[in-house]
C-alpha cells in the first residue's frame, strides 16, 4: 500500500521560510516523478516543483527561483523548501507520486488528474 504523508506547514509573515516533508512508503517502481502540488480555495489544483528518479527537477514560473524540490532516497522522503513566501502561496500543498518519465514532463504534462498516488496535505498559509 503506497502511503504519502506531508509535514511542515505552518502559518509565516512574507518573505520568510518554510520546509514541506513527504515521507513515502510501499511505492512499487523504481522509476517516478514525484511533485508538489497546491490548492488555493476556489482555484483548480496546479503543479509547483517535481523531481524524477534521475534527480532532474522543474518548476513553475510562480516558484522558481524561491523554491526548491529535493528527495532523500535513503530516509524516502521528499522535501520542498520554500523561501522568500509571499501571500499568494497561501494554499493546502500536497505530495504526489506517479511512473511518469520526468520532472519535465510532470511540469508541461502532468496534471492533477494524471497522479495516482497523492498524500493528505498540508496547510501554508503567508501573511503579509
Known amino acids: 500500500q503506497v502511503q504519502l504523508v506531508e509535514s511542515g506547514g505552518g502559518s509565516v509573515q512574507a518573505g520568510g521560510s518554510l520546509r514541506l516533508s513527504c515521507a513515502v512508503s510501499?511505492?512499487?517502481?523504481?522509476?517516478?516523478?514525484m511533485g508538489w502540488f497546491r490548492q488555493a480555495p476556489g482555484l483548480e489544483r496546479e503543479g509547483v516543483a517535481f523531481?524524477?528518479?534521475?534527480?532532474?527537477?522543474a518548476y513553475a514560473d510562480s516558484v522558481k527561483g524561491r523554491f526548491t524540490i529535493s528527495q532523500d532516497n535513503a530516509k524516502k522522503i521528499l522535501y520542498l523548501q520554500m523561501n522568500s513566501l509571499k501571500p499568494e502561496d497561501t494554499a493546502m500543498y500536497y505530495c504526489?507520486?506517479?511512473?511518469?518519465?520526468?520532472?519535465?514532463?510532470?511540469?508541461?504534462?502532468?496534471?492533477?488528474?494524471?497522479?495516482?498516488?497523492w498524500g493528505q496535505g498540508t496547510q501554508v498559509t503567508v501573511s503579509s
Open positions: 504526489a507520486a506517479d511512473r511518469w518519465p520526468s520532472a519535465t514532463w510532470c511540469l508541461l504534462h502532468g496534471s492533477s488528474a494524471s497522479f495516482g498516488f
Open positions: 510501499g511505492y512499487p517502481y523504481s522509476s517516478y516523478c
Open positions: 523531481i524524477d528518479s534521475e534527480d532532474s527537477t
